[in-house]
């Protein structure tokens, strides 16, 4: 079974910067989309980016030009920069890779931001 691997999650102060990574374990095929979710304590899990088919990107207006979401080539990892940390974006973060047929999530990494 594919699984999506995270990393690069951690304690950060405000104002400060983070890579999220997500790797799959082998290629999958058909991808339509590739994304970032988030969830904080208490809270529903949110969208935050993603990778579309076509090649665009569409960001959460809460992180619009403070983080970028990157992909490699191949579509087996994908990446969220996030700069300019907020105490909001404490949560815990998950990739999500949606292929004909089937949706696969990552098992989260947490971003703490602190002041």
């Known amino acids: 079974q594919v699984q999506l691997v995270e990393s690069g999650g951690g304690l950060v102060q405000a104002g400060g910067s983070l890579r999220l990574s997500c790797t799959a374990s082998?290629?999958?095929?058909?991808?339509?989309?590739m994304g970032w979710y988030r969830q904080a304590p208490g809270k529903q899990r949110e969208f935050v980016a993603v990778f579309t088919n076509a090649g665009s990107t569409v960001y959460a207006d809460s992180v619009k030009d403070r983080f970028t979401i990157s992909r490699d080539n191949t579509k087996t990892s994908l990446y969220l920069q996030m700069n300019s940390l907020k105490l909001e974006d404490t949560a815990v973060y998950f990739c999500n890779f949606r292929a004909i047929g089937r949706t696969l999530w990552g098992q989260g990494t947490q971003v703490t931001v602190s002041s």
């Open positions: 082998e290629t999958i095929g058909n991808i339509i989309n």
